[in-house]
């Protein structure tokens, strides 16, 4: 059996705060805004941000709840989502500089000789740079 041609399109994940994470994504992480859609009868708004067009991209979707009255629960479940830098101790002087959450500075990894940093968005989602020269 030949395995059918998959390909990764997005991650989706739920943001209280539409705008700000937006910020984020796109000032901070250097993304673009693909398409933004409201949703009036079933209250909510999707956001896809990222890289490049997603026909040839994965990229994610932020989803806001309009209704959501707390912030939401990350779970144990999910773990992290990556980006590649070319240098990661500037990048992290950076974000640092422009308000990021940094919350594992950069360095090698433990048992390993890779060197990556963990961020945090607004929601708490956590983002790992991993350095790409």
């Known amino acids: 059996m030949t395995a059918p041609a998959f390909r990764m399109l ?3 994940i739920r943001v209280r705060d539409l705008d700000k994470s937006i910020d984020f994504y796109a000032r901070l992480l250097g993304m673009r805004v693909l398409r933004r859609n409201d949703y009036p009868d ?3 708004t999707l956001a896809f941000v990222g890289y490049g067009d997603e026909d040839n991209n994965t990229v994610i979707e932020l989803t806001h ?3 959501q009255p707390a912030p939401y629960e990350i779970g ?3 773990g992290h ?3 590649g830098v070319p240098d990661i101790y500037k990048t992290c002087e950076v974000l640092a500089a422009n308000g990021a959450k940094i ?3 950069p360095g090698p990894m433990k048992h390993g000789t890779t060197v990556i940093a963990f961020i945090e ?3 708490g989602y956590k983002i790992e740079l991993i350095e790409k020269k």
């Open 76 to 78: 144990s479940g999910f």
């Open 81 to 83: 989502l990556a980006l």
């Open 121 to 123: 968005d607004p929601d």
């Open 65 to 67: 709840n309009w209704d």
């Open 103 to 105: 919350t594992r500075a």
């Open 42 to 44: 079933g209250k909510f």
């Open 10 to 12: 997005h991650t989706m």
